[in-house]
């Protein structure tokens, strides 16, 4: 059943106009096919409809991209369409009306929480090399923040640290269940810890680690009980990292401190 989306009058005809716009790429090109875009979850679907299925989400981002909608949390030099806050409010609440259309308008986690961290706190040399392509859609990313023995969800228990030797950091620990995209990530980004400990807070890092490092060593998918893949994965690390750039800005307790990128270095442990 389609959206039937009026203006509402006391909001602002941009506003209305993003949500006009919205409704009609939900209605007519993703409720009609929800079926078939996603057919590639189905463990029955074929080489053929996975196919097709690519081709169509393709088709449509184009037209998101035409209608200059696509990745609204970011500004238009990073590849955004650049919506404000309540503009962005009232296109979600329109995507919501169908399943996966968000990702159809280039948000979708864990991307769009990396690309948020990379605007704000990645110099523009990293910017560049990892979220212009993670935008556009050339890459997929991973967030890597719980470990075996402390839930991601309290940053302070995490122990994987960072240590500084010379001019590049070393860090080590375990880390699993890391969110990626369809196990297709070309990077992650690491929280690990540069100095204190819980019961200060300490100081926290994000750390760009691509794919390829040997970092990466031990990967582990898993499967839910139907069978289809969770996007989960385990892996240890010891590698050495570039520094992070002078011209990062320091934040508070358990806020990322800097992003530093990985620069190619063999596991040692």
Known sequence: MQMNVKPIPTLDPRINDIRARTAEIVNNDILPNERKLWAGWRE????????AARDLRDSIKAKVKEAGLWAPHLPPEYGGSGLHFLEHAYMNEVLAYSMGAAALFGVVAPNSGNQSILLKYGTEEQKKKWLVPLTEGKMESGFSMTEPDSAGSDPRSIKTTAVREGDQWVINGHKWFTLERLFRADFFI???RTGGSGADNGRMTQIIVPK???????????KSGDGRAITARSFTMTCACQPATSSAERAPAIRPRRIASVRGASITA
């Open 44 to 51: 029955t679907s074929t080489k053929e409809e996975r196919g």
């Open 190 to 192: 690491v929280m690990c």
């Open 212 to 222: 390829n490092t040997p970092a990466c060593a031990s990967c582990a998918a898993s």
